[in-house]
């Protein structure tokens, strides 16, 4: 059975996916962003005998350090452990004395975000700050933050959510202002930009997701990107159970090995390690991805202003997505809405009837994370969330990807006229 013979079997199945919204039968959350090529690369690593960590991740840390101009793109199994990484490293041995966390140390962050950013805060013995967000865009609102500081307060972590990118302009000079530690979730805005610098690069730290439904997929996987070449080499170590193998300074990697002769220097551990490694399997499958995001995020765009044209004479009824920032180039993640306060109808309501038409809808993020009970057991402060809740309690997203095409689009707006038609006739 030759490669072509099996490239062909995999297109056939892979066609067989997308023929449901190629015919305006199904219109999921997110679709396949790797094509045959892509798992034949996969496939590769397998047949070569050696699918975990090696040469594969690099070519995609290359490739994103290249893309947004960041100088260490560290690859791992997941955004979640990107987070984890960052503040375990900030609060550990290793920490630089102007950079150290200490229990009880606060990090403001905002309130509709997903639990493995809270989750790293709480896990490292710090104690989140939750700001409440912008409608329409999402990111938390810079305006809070200064009179959220407190003599505990000591880092941010942002999340740039939904393709969006926050108030960097704002945050950049609190930070500097009160010598806070920033960090950006930026997970699920991979290629977007502020002021033209890609959102990732502004913080000391940020993390990426290449999780199955984002922009590009390695199925499970992260990074985090960094400056710090000092930190970037720990980092690498960490990852890999501590290895001395990982680390890539030739003066570092050159004194553990003279102090430590009586070790084999191939299981020399020179840092305490986790084992969040990616594999060249996973890194296989996105490489050329990373080619094609450009692309993608333009097709994502075409779609979003297309839906945002369709559905702007419903704005008495839906808030919708907004990009009023001239700053701001959106990567477009999904297509949030909230349902505004009316006497029609309610977000239920709209949901099942996008649902009975086969729109898959989902809340945006994780609603206000102050409202999902495995916080109750621990320590945090919040201010007034009123958006947040609003987000919970009205808010949901389509999905939004590069294969929606002109069809496609015009079905979901003709289900949302059809929609309006009936609650809006039946009512008035």
């Known amino acids: 059975m030759n490669q072509k013979y099996i490239k062909k ?11 449901d919204l190629m015919s305006n039968k199904k219109f999921p959350l997110s679709t396949l962003q790797y094509d045959a090529d892509d798992i034949m690369n996969s496939l590769d690593t397998l047949v070569k005998g050696w699918p975990t960590i090696g040469p594969k991740v690099k070519e995609v840390e290359n490739k994103i350090e290249k893309y947004l101009k960041v100088k260490n793109a560290i690859m791992l199994n997941s955004g979640g452990s990107a987070n984890y990484l960052i503040l375990y490293l900030l609060t550990s041995v290793y920490a630089k004395k102007k950079d150290k966390l200490n229990p009880g140390d606060e990090v403001i962050t905002p309130a509709v975000t997903w639990s493995t950013t809270v989750g790293p805060i709480l896990q490292n013995n710090l104690t989140p700050v939750f700001i409440d967000v912008n409608l329409g865009t999402y990111d938390l609102n810079a305006d809070l933050i200064e009179k959220s500081i407190s003599k505990k307060t000591k880092a941010i972590m942002l999340v740039n959510p939904l393709g969006y990118v926050c108030d960097m302009d704002k945050i950049k000079k609190l930070c500097s202002k009160y010598n806070l530690i920033l960090i950006e979730d ?35 996987g992260g990074f985090i ?14 990852r890999a159970n501590g290895w001395l193998r990982e ?27 986790f084992n969040f490694k990616p594999t060249d399997f996973a890194a296989a499958l996105v490489t050329n991805q ?12 075409y779609a979003a202003n297309k839906l945002i044209n369709g559905l702007e004479k419903f704005s008495d009824f839906l808030v919708l997505p907004k990009n009023n920032s001239k700053k701001v180039k959106n990567s477009w993640f999904t297509f949030p809405i909230v349902v505004k306060k ?44 009123a958006n947040s809740d609003t987000v919970m309690n ?35």
Do not use: W
């Open 394 to 428: 009205h808010g949901f997203f389509l999905g939004l990807h590069h294969k929606l095409n002109n069809s496609n689009l015009s079905f979901i707006l003709d289900v949302f006229n059809n929609f309006f038609k009936v609650k809006l006739n039946k009512k008035l």
């Open 9 to 19: 079997q995999i297109s056939k199945k892979l066609e067989k996916l997308d023929f």
């Open 290 to 301: 990373i080619d094609k995001l450009d692309s993608f995020i333009r097709k994502r765009e």
């Open 225 to 238: 990107l960094t400056q710090d070449d000092y930190y970037a080499d720990i980092l690498r170590s960490m």
């Open 186 to 220: 930026n997970c699920e805005s991979i290629g977007a930009k502020y002021k033209k610098k890609f959102s990732g690069s502004f913080g000391k730290f940020a993390s990426l997701s290449l999780y199955q439904s984002h922009h590009i997929s390695s199925v499970e």
């Open 342 to 385: 009316n006497i029609y109808f309610s977000k239920k309501e709209i949901e099942n009837f996008l649902n009975k038409s086969n729109i898959d809808t989902r809340p945006i993020i994780a609603g206000n994370i102050v409202r999902q009970p495995f916080l109750k057991l621990f320590k945090y402060r919040k201010g007034n969330l």
């Open 247 to 273: 680390i890539t300074n030739k003066k570092t990697r050159k004194d553990f090995i003279e102090k430590n002769k009586h070790i084999n220097k191939s299981f020399l551990f020179t840092h305490i390690g």
